[in-house]
């Protein structure tokens, strides 16, 4: 999930992903998908990022963010800029789908902010 203030460059929001991956011990490989508030479903940059990486951009209302079910830092002045507390967080658990996870809690660096999340899955043999 990420969260960013209008005009960051894909090159920037790319290194700053790529940092908090190697940080967590995460492979840049196992990103399925990048997913944000859907007031920044024409930010360039996160589309642009998305596509270099050929992975679906998601966007969630603020609404539907809200009703996510987990324990999220939120933050007042994002409530008021964008009608939900928290992007980054609640964006990776939508995204990540029934019974996903927080692997990395919200991360801030200049305007940007990630958080990362799993997808509960299994093999069955």
Known sequence: GIGCRRGKSEEELEAFVRETLELAKLSWAAVAGIASV?????????????????????????????????????SDFVAQQVGVDNVCERAAVCAAGEGGRLLVQKTACEGKTLAIAERKWSVKF
């Open 38 to 74: 859907d007031v920044k479903a024409d930010e360039a940059g996160i589309l642009a990022l998305a596509e270099r990486l050929a992975v679906p951009y998601i966007t969630y209302p603020a609404g539907r963010l809200q009703c996510a079910d987990g324990t999220f830092t939120s």
